[in-house]
């Protein structure tokens, strides 16, 4: 009888959610426990296998220097790494740090800061190195965490989508909350995943799984901004769960310029 395909949990600098949301599928997860020997995974067991690993799913951000080693000893001993939530995709909330002095806020935060040793900085996994697959998400959605392993174990390409939160709020029939109450919303340059979460209580997208395929963030800040939309909430805004992913980066940064030389952002005409 053949292996099973050995399947390893990692976790990096994050709150552990994505992990939970594993643990959470329940049902699915026992089917997902019965194709592969989860031999890696210290949220959900204490014991554990040694690699060389089929498929390696990571957790959270590097944000030290063991974590940049650590990285890539992972890697070197998965056939197929995939990155799983905000954190490990986009550097995370954590990643608010990249914008400001790290020494400060430790001093601020620890009594005894000399003995804390970090980067300056909140990165991806893959700006450390190769990744395979990014599953995004702040949680990720368990039932895409389970449709990407049995892709995997299938040898074919997840089906995971990457369309818009707008496209989903028409499917459920959801009133747009930029055009009703005149909010800056993230829906429209921002992955679908969520379910609407937030529209769905007449709240704005808040970029949870990231940006979708070619997001326009440029058009749409300068078109809130033309709205009447602060320049500085909306920075705060894009500056969110994935603000350290490149098209959230570089719109913040170009609309903190803008509004620092007294500009309104471009809008479409």
């Given at each position: 009888?053949?292996?099973?395909p050995?399947?390893?949990?990692?976790?990096?600098?994050?709150?552990?959610?994505?992990q939970?949301s594993?643990l959470?599928?329940?049902?699915?997860?026992?089917?997902?426990?019965d194709?592969?020997?989860?031999?890696?995974?210290?949220?959900?067991?204490?014991?554990?296998?040694?690699?060389?690993y089929d498929?390696?799913?990571?957790?959270?951000?590097i944000?030290?220097a063991?974590?940049?080693?650590?990285?890539?000893r992972?890697?070197?001993?998965c056939q197929?790494?995939?990155?799983?939530?905000?954190c490990?995709?986009s550097?995370?909330?954590?990643?608010?740090?990249n914008?400001?002095?790290?020494?400060?806020?430790?001093?601020?935060?620890?009594?005894?800061?000399?003995?804390?040793?970090?980067?300056?900085?909140?990165?991806?996994?893959?700006d450390?190195?190769?990744?395979?697959?990014?599953?995004?998400?702040?949680?990720?959605?368990?039932?895409?965490?389970?449709?990407?392993?049995?892709?995997l174990l299938?040898?074919?390409?997840p089906?995971?989508?990457?369309?818009?939160?707008?496209?989903?709020c028409?499917r459920?029939?959801?009133v747009?909350?930029?055009?009703a109450?005149?909010?800056?919303?993230?829906?429209?340059?921002?992955?679908a995943?969520?379910?609407?979460?937030?529209p769905?209580?007449?709240?704005?997208?808040?970029?949870c799984?990231?940006p979708?395929?070619?997001?326009?963030?440029?058009?749409?800040?300068?078109?809130?901004?033309n709205?009447?939309?602060?320049?500085?909430?909306?920075v705060?805004?894009?500056?969110?769960?994935?603000?350290y992913?490149?098209?959230?980066?570089?719109?913040?940064?170009?609309?903190?310029?803008?509004?620092?030389?007294?500009n309104?952002p471009?809008?479409p005409?």
């Amino acid at each position: 009888m053949a292996a099973k395909p050995k399947l390893a949990v990692f976790k990096f600098a994050s709150c552990d959610g994505c992990q939970l949301s594993l643990l959470d599928a329940e049902d699915e997860l026992l089917a997902v426990a019965d194709a592969v020997e989860i031999a890696y995974f210290l949220e959900a067991r204490t014991r554990t296998l040694e690699g060389p690993y089929d498929v390696g799913l990571v957790e959270g951000s590097i944000t030290t220097a063991h974590d940049a080693e650590r990285i890539r000893r992972i890697r070197d001993q998965c056939q197929f790494l995939v990155t799983i939530g905000a954190c490990a995709t986009s550097g995370g909330i954590q990643s608010l740090r990249n914008w400001a002095d790290v020494n400060e806020f430790i001093s601020q935060v620890y009594a005894h800061p000399e003995y804390i040793k970090t980067l300056a900085t909140s990165t991806p996994v893959a700006d450390h190195v190769i990744v395979d697959f990014e599953l995004r998400g702040c949680p990720i959605n368990k039932h895409q965490l389970v449709e990407l392993v049995a892709a995997l174990l299938q040898g074919r390409k997840p089906r995971v989508p990457r369309y818009s939160v707008c496209i989903d709020c028409k499917r459920k029939h959801v009133v747009c909350v930029a055009v009703a109450q005149g909010v800056a919303c993230l829906g429209p340059v921002t992955q679908a995943g969520c379910g609407v979460i937030c529209p769905a209580y007449h709240r704005e997208c808040f970029g949870c799984f990231g940006p979708k395929e070619q997001p326009n963030l440029a058009s749409l800040l300068g078109h809130y901004a033309n709205r009447g939309a602060d320049a500085v909430q909306l920075v705060r805004l894009t500056r969110n769960f994935n603000g350290y992913a490149p098209e959230f980066r570089e719109a913040s940064d170009d609309l903190e310029t803008a509004a620092a030389l007294g500009n309104t952002p471009d809008a479409p005409s």
